[in-house]
């Protein structure tokens, strides 16, 4: 049965932070993926980490492996080329001449012929080159529908490029950027609209040039569920449309030569050449370096003026918020190389998302509950432990996600669990803070009636000082009843008697609380209090005993007030004893108070009992006393078995504080009496008897001497059996 219940116990322990981690993981991981509504700023942030985890990786050096090379409209070409304001077309031609004679696998023009050239024989010029070259790849504007569908503009019988009828080589140069702005994305096609719901396949640039390169034909990539495929290649997907760039680094980080160089043969003059008489002829020691060949060339615009500058990952200065942007002819660049090389990166799984996110909210929640439970309940660990395990989990998961991202190429998601971890903790804080409010005002409610305001502040300040459930403590435990209390109240009316009772009943309660004690109840006119719980007393035998001289004195000052009032006296009797107890909410489901049961308790009512045989008013037990025998001032009693017992108990008088200033004719007496006390139990009642008259002389009314004297006198005309040991055995309770 133990074995059950520690199971049961256990998996109670287990539920609820197993359901904040399943509410904390599930709301993450459906925002994550936009449900039930679209979280901006969480995607921006998101998306801030893959750029992130890009400069954390680093640049990879592409100058010398690189599958691709730029050739770069710039500002510089524009100086040396003699053409300025009018660009001709016959300037592409020549370039893509050069550089398929100069080894270039497949060259591709990220520029958009959009109508006729103004100069004669221009367009023809073009066009004769791309018949005989039809590796090249143009490029084709694109546009986006009021759908959202990505389609290809088309113009006339053209895409915006009036040369696509001389080739059948063209891209869609769209290039579509994220939420944030940044251009992070790749797509392999876009949809051309050829009937009202009918669409067909056009390539994207980078697609097109790297079908052309692999040999594979004016191939459209297809669309599987998780990823897209090119003759042999498989793309993971990044997004339902599109892949991850691979970026090596910022901008400027493929290869980039001058359009001018390419242009600059012995057929050519540039502006210098012309103005100088020079020839520079630029373009052969290009050629004979061989840096186009067996690549992918790519012909594209690098000047501001171009519009053309888009954000990326990749920052070349981070101290410049702007150092981030690069030509689209890069990021094509970029796509291409990603894909040539088979370096892509995977979006994980679903699956391992909402694991992640559950296995770390579920550890912070399982942590918290667990030092919670170690009775660590003040409020600010409450909330800063499980801070410390979230900020843990977040730094693990953070570091997790960098070294796959760099290391397998996989891209975890990093906000989204994050907020997972957050949605835990605050559950948690927010659990606990409910729980420790509702455990404060319970500890308020309960003992409030039971110790003094002070203790009860502390019970509520420091939950963990107090278990609500039973528990065995060693305690003193006091008794106190009314001495011929029946006779009082037939003199009084029953309102006078339950003022005149609760006069005394207050007075005596606020002695219990002022030396750190715990009332336990009022039966009637009985006080019953103790002291070791509910916050641990370590003297509370000694508390138990200033209590119970305290009141005495107390009641010498009600009489004082009582007399002037012309109210009857009342007089108590008082047992204490101390031992092991079991203390705690004892009663029915909904009422119950928190009291002390076992025997030790029973005890402490047979010493009140037993104080009318020995017409005393303070009693205590041989296990009080040794907890306190230096500090008070007692006498012995008696060795007696209380009804109900058959183990003997010495008994002592508890006469005052080691501190209080007792008469050295009180202790003069005091050891008279003991020395008497050790005659009768040596059986001398002779001089037991001497002892006893001597006390008496003194003091008269000193009945416990009187009774000695009785029993002694008996005993010498009647002398009790071998075997007696001076145990008097009590008849009544």
Not at 104 to 120: H, I, N, Q, T
Not at 346 to 366: K, N, Y
Request: glycine share 6%.
């Amino acid at each position: 049965m133990k074995t059950i219940g520690s199971t049961i116990s256990g998996t109670r322990k287990l539920l609820l932070p197993l359901l904040i981690a399943l509410f904390s993981s599930g709301i993450a991981f459906l925002l994550s993926r936009d449900i039930p509504f679209d979280v901006p700023f969480l995607k921006t942030a998101q998306l801030r980490t893959i750029d992130q985890r890009f400069e954390a990786r680093g640049q990879v050096d592409m100058m010398d492996s690189s599958k691709v090379v730029i050739v770069a409209l710039d500002d510089q070409s524009f100086r040396a080329l003699p053409d300025e304001i009018v660009f001709p077309r016959s300037y592409y031609a020549k370039a893509i001449a050069n550089l398929y004679a100069a080894g270039a696998k497949v060259v591709c023009v990220d520029v958009v012929f959009d109508g006729r050239s103004p100069l004669k024989g221009d367009d023809s010029t073009l066009a004769a080159v791309l018949k005989k070259y039809p590796m090249t790849v143009l490029a084709i504007r694109n546009t986006i529908s009021t759908t959202g569908r990505v389609t290809v503009l088309k113009s006339r019988d053209y895409f915006h490029n009036m040369f696509i009828k001389y080739d059948s080589s063209i891209g869609s140069v769209l290039l579509p950027n994220d939420p944030d702005g940044v251009y992070r994305r790749y797509m392999p096609y876009v949809d051309f609209r050829t009937g009202a719901d009918s669409y067909t396949q056009v390539p994207s640039f980078g697609f097109e040039a790297v079908s052309r390169y692999l040999g594979l034909g004016n191939r459209v990539a297809s669309d599987r569920p998780a990823y897209f495929k090119l003759g042999d290649i498989r793309i993971p997907k990044y997004s339902r449309s599109s892949m991850l760039i691979n970026y090596p680094g910022p901008a400027g980080s493929f290869p980039t030569y001058d359009f001018w160089q390419v242009l600059d043969d012995s057929s050519f003059q540039t502006r210098d050449e012309k103005d100088f008489g020079l020839q520079i002829n630029a373009y052969y020691p290009l050629k004979e370096s061989g840096v186009f060949k067996n690549k992918i060339v790519l012909i594209g615009a690098e000047y501001p003026e171009s519009g053309d500058l888009k954000p990326i990952p990749f920052m070349k200065n981070r101290s410049d918020d702007q150092s981030n942007m690069a030509y689209g002819v890069e990021i094509h660049a970029a796509a291409i190389q990603t894909l040539v090389d088979g370096d892509f990166y995977h979006t994980s799984a679903a699956w391992v998302d909402c694991l992640e996110m559950f296995l770390g909210a579920f550890l912070i929640a399982l942590t918290s509950f667990l030092f919670k439970s170690a009775k660590h309940s003040r409020m600010f660990l409450v909330i800063f432990i499980p801070l410390i395990v979230t900020a843990g989990v977040v730094a693990a998961s953070y570091e997790a996600a960098f070294a796959l991202f760099i290391r397998d190429r996989l891209i975890l998601k990093i906000i989204y669990p994050i907020l997972a971890y957050s949605f835990s903790y605050v559950a948690v804080v927010v659990y606990q803070f409910v729980s420790e409010r509702k455990a404060k005002t319970a500890i308020k409610s309960l003992f409030s009636r039971y110790v003094d305001p002070s203790v009860v502040n502390q019970l509520v300040g420091n939950p963990d000082l107090v278990r609500l459930g039973g528990e065995r403590k060693e305690l003193t435990v006091l008794f106190s009843d009314i001495a011929s209390f029946t006779s009082v109240s037939e003199r009084l009316s029953p309102d006078d008697l339950v003022a005149h009772l609760n006069d005394y009943l207050t007075s005596m309660t606020e002695v219990v609380f002022q030396n750190s004690g715990t009332l336990d109840k009022y039966i009637g006119d009985a006080i019953i209090a103790f002291w070791g719980a509910p916050l641990d007393v370590k003297d509370h035998a000694y508390r138990a005993c200033q209590t119970a001289i305290e009141m005495t004195r107390r009641l010498d000052s009600l009489h004082a007030k009582w007399i002037s009032e012309g109210k009857p006296l009342l007089n108590f009797r008082i047992g204490l004893n101390s031992g092991e107890m079991v203390v705690g909410n004892v009663g029915g489901r909904d009422r119950f108070d928190y009291t002390v049961i076992g025997d030790n308790v029973n005890l402490a009512s047979r010493l009140e009992s037993a104080n009318k045989m020995y017409r005393t008013r303070l009693l205590m037990s041989e296990y009080t006393f040794e907890l306190v025998r230096d500090r008070v001032y007692v006498r012995e009693l008696d060795l007696i078995i209380v009804k109900g017992k058959t183990r003997p108990v010495k008994i002592y008088e508890l006469i005052s504080d080691r501190t209080d200033n007792v008469t050295e004719e009180k202790k003069s007496l005091v050891h008279i009496y003991c020395t008497g006390l050790a005659a009768y139990r040596s059986r001398r009642w002779k001089e037991a008897k001497d002892l006893f008259e001597k006390v008496l002389s003194k003091d008269p009314a000193d009945y416990p001497s009187e009774m000695y004297l009785e029993r002694c006198m008996l005993y010498e005309m009647e002398p009790p059996p071998d075997e007696w040991n001076g145990v008097f055995i009590m008849q009544t309770k």
